[in-house]
């Protein structure tokens, strides 16, 4: 690329995929590259409007095209002519009005586009079919308010819940492209239950709560993936409680994903687990034999991608519980069958099914991966787990870690001390102690409890 056009135009088309289009006509379509020294691109914007909501809600998001454009990280200076100078205040009044206005959810995904998000792509089958339809017809009503009739309000929440893998945050990607396209002026919000705690934190922090509760409890449609991250966390919690609230008496959709239905979130209060249960509960299972053929053929149609039926038949029959795997697997031979100039046979479809169940496999249970889990969960770094911190929030956590791996690894006292600096009474203290406090704290109890089946499990 020689010039600062075709960088931009390959930034665009990185973009595009994982950005509504209304948001991207509204302010990145009109960019421009005006530099480059230092590895920092100058871009230029053309209203002080549009500078601050690009440099402050979509430049992580603008870095990661650039570094995917160009091979390597870019830093971006942001510059907009004089406001007077360029501007007449009705166009500088309406880039605000825009700002309000504007559906800016992003998708959080670097590796799939629109195509693998939509309805039409998502292929019905028994083991799916009431979430898919529960989800079309929120898409087509959400809220039971755009229509006067058929109105389905209990639809609301919308709950789809099943393991990693099956297509969750496809449906509810499709519902947030769906109503998008369908209902442009509805305000849209999609997130990450691990984003809305981290959001939440930080705006507690600064000081900026008011500011926090704006951008979540005036939209339309509020869709969060893995909601049951959101269990244990008292604040957040709370703070998700009335922000549920406030939406549900207003007639607002919400759509929540979660590996497993509210009862069994055990660190989650129960009136949020009510309130869940309120709306609708849609499970998605495993495939069955004839969908995973359906999944497979479909892939390999949107690669473009002929695959023999026997060759189908012994990718389904290999793999039977994981779309994910099974779409990786047409991708993996689509590349090695595109690379060696080959059509796809019995042999190659072996070698696949080779790489991708070995790669996919879960990874065991490590000192690591509990230490990740309660760091994420409690809210320390590893670092501070591992070190001599005296703060009670870290203690507590490195006696939470401590139980966990005497309980679910072989290690032994000796060891678990080799890994904090602790002498072998220290270790057998912290772990009596955390086991009287779950004796007389059930949250507590059911936070570890949840804790321990999120290290366990296959998709952690």
Known sequence: MDTYNDILKAVFESCKPKISSTAFDCWLKDIKITGFDNNTFTIYLISPVKKKIVSEKYDNFLKKAFEEAIGFDVELKYECPNEESIFNQSDFEKDKENAKKVNETIINSDNLSPDQFTFDTFIEGPSNRFAYRAAIAVADNPGGSVKSENTFSNYNPLFIYGKSGLGKTHLLNAICYDIHSKYPALKI???RSEDFTNEFIEALGKKRIDEFRDKFRNVDVLLI??????????QTEEEFFHTFNALIENGKQIVLTSDRPPKEIKSLTERLCSRFEN??????????????????KRKAELLNFEVPDMVVEYIADK?????RQLEGATKKLFAMSDLSGTTP???LAQRVIKDVTTDTQPLPITVQKIVDEISRCEGVSSEQLYSKSRKANVVHARRIAIFIMREITNSTYEVIGETFGFNYSTVLFHYNEL???METDSKLKRRVEDMIDNIKSEEY
Do not use: H, W
Not at 226 to 232: E, N, T
Not at 319 to 323: A, M, V
């Open 225 to 234: 993936d893995d909601i049951q991250f959101i269990g244990g966390k008292d």
């Open 279 to 296: 709306g609708l509960l849609a499970d998605v299972k495993s495939p069955e034999y004839e969908t995973r053929c359906a999944i497979i």
């Open 319 to 323: 793999i039977k519980t994981n779309i």
């Open 345 to 347: 046979s019995m042999a």
């Open 189 to 191: 919000l999609s997130t």
């Open 435 to 437: 086991i009287k406090e």
